[in-house]
């Protein structure tokens, strides 16, 4: 369980703390949200696909949008922020 944390690079541990941290989650309950998300080989597929047709929902806040926006970012690995401005910048809307 503290090894954990070496094998995570920078945006691993975001996602982790930004997640699962701090919900009251056993190591046993985190492990089995680990592995239903990221035990998925499509997975940042999926998460890529999820992020090209992410849309603000109508009753959605800017702030609760760009806040789901950051998350499916992260999960879809792009965190840097010339990739999130592209991709921001090239979607339809």
Not at 65 to 86: G, I, K, T
Request: net charge negative.
């Amino acid at each position: 369980e503290r090894l954990f944390w070496l094998t995570c690079d920078d945006m691993q541990r975001q996602w982790f703390a930004h997640t699962l941290a701090d919900r009251g989650l056993r190591w046993e309950q985190a492990r089995t949200h680990l592995e239903k998300e990221f035990g998925n080989p499509f997975y940042v597929w999926q998460k890529k696909d999820e992020h090209r047709h992410l849309a603000q929902r109508p009753d959605e806040s800017i702030y609760l949008f760009l806040e789901r926006y950051q998350e499916v970012s992260y999960e879809a690995n792009l965190a840097s922020d010339q990739d999130l401005v592209y991709h921001y910048g090239h979607r339809p809307h």
